[in-house]
């Protein structure tokens, strides 16, 4: 098992910047894959970063060259740095943890860009 735990959402005007944190706790060396989804109000959760055990990373279209994903291994912490941010990157924002048997969800955190 996996346990997740975001934080670090706030309410941001456009242009500003925030930073993401997901503690992982458990059966943390079995996780292959972290990452970060989003949810909009009305919207279907989507994508926004992955980062692999080895280090390589996945980017959404609409956040790359603004957002950076990395990794604390020693700390078990992923994080997520958002620059520029943009009324449209208002949503909840749900960390997940794949294994070889599942994937991992977080409870997730609010983040609100006001114009």
């Known amino acids: 098992q996996v346990q997740l735990a975001e934080s670090g959402g706030d309410l941001v005007q456009a242009g500003g910047s925030l930073r993401l944190s997901c503690a992982a706790s458990?059966?943390?060396?079995?996780?292959?894959?972290m990452g970060w989804h989003r949810q909009a109000p009305g919207k279907q959760r989507e994508l926004v970063a992955a980062i692999i055990s080895g280090g390589s990373t996945n980017y959404a279209d609409s956040v790359k060259g603004r957002f950076t994903i990395s990794r604390d291994n020693a700390k078990n912490t992923l994080y997520l740095q958002m620059n520029s941010l943009r009324p449209e990157d208002t949503g909840v924002y749900y960390c997940y943890a794949s294994t070889v048997a599942r994937n991992y969800w977080g409870r997730g955190t609010q983040v609100t860009v006001s114009s």
């Open positions: 458990g059966s943390t060396p079995g996780i292959a894959v």
